[in-house]
């Protein structure tokens, strides 16, 4: 069974670009999670998604963030402009239930 | 104060050793409660929920402490896999928004 799905791996960009990650959840499950990670602060959510609809952006750090869920099965956050700050691993989940399950994250390097 | 704290550790642990450690939580009508491993820049995976009762594993124990509000994980007989970063986990939201501790990291050695 294919997990949770996610793209880029990898992302290098430079300040003020525009940067989009992509979630593909696991198909039946109807919530989805973005979280950001980082040494400092941990695991942090941003915002979550039930049956396509947000539900709690309260973790979104800034307008430059938003995030979109166009069907049950795709997902996007964007960062515009990116900052250095914003460097960090970007996280999505999915669940069906009360179980979590996270993709392989998407490592963020803004310079 | 954090609403999920944990020892960030590590401990380090002899390989056939046992560790226990604790996560403590502030909101009184947490509802669900869950251990999750992290391996060195990889996703967090679900280790285990927690019972009310105490749950096991394998080599495992999960309590809970409601009147406490802590929760623990023991591991016995640790393996050098064991190594990792254990994240305690609480819901208490009306539906199935998560709040992950900082972590606590292990190291076990041979």
């Known amino acids: 069974d294919a997990g949770v799905i996610q793209s880029p791996r990898h992302e290098v960009t430079e300040m003020g670009q525009e940067v989009t990650l992509r979630c593909k959840p696991i198909?039946?499950?109807?919530?989805l999670f973005w979280y950001r990670q980082t040494m400092m602060r941990g695991l942090e959510l941003l915002i979550y998604?039930?049956?396509?609809?947000?539900?709690?952006d309260s973790g979104m750090p800034e307008d430059r963030f938003s995030a979109k869920m166009p069907n049950a099965s795709f997902s996007t956050l964007k960062i515009q402009p990116s900052e250095p700050r914003d460097s960090a691993v970007y996280f999505c989940?999915?669940?069906?239930?009360?179980?979590?399950?996270f993709g392989p994250g998407t490592r963020l390097t803004v310079l | 104060r954090k609403e999920v704290e944990q020892d960030p550790g590590p401990f380090n642990v002899p390989e056939g050793a046992t560790v226990a450690f604790n996560c403590t939580y502030s909101n009184s009508a947490s509802q669900s409660f869950f251990w999750y491993r992290q391996d060195c820049r990889k996703e967090p995976k679900l280790l285990m929920s927690?019972?009310?009762s105490g749950n096991e594993d394998g080599r495992f124990t999960a309590q809970l402490n409601r009147a406490s509000q802590y929760i623990s994980l023991l591991i016995r007989d640790s393996k050098l896999s064991d190594s990792a970063t254990y994240l305690c986990?609480?819901?208490?939201?009306?539906?199935?928004?998560?709040?992950f501790g900082g972590g606590t990291r292990v190291l076990v050695k041979p």
């Open positions: 927690v019972y009310s």
């Open positions: 986990v609480v819901n208490w939201a009306a539906g199935n928004k998560l709040t």
């Open positions: 989940a999915s669940s069906a239930s009360w179980f979590q399950f």
């Open positions: 198909s039946g499950h109807n919530s």
């Open positions: 998604f039930n049956n396509n609809v947000p539900i709690d």
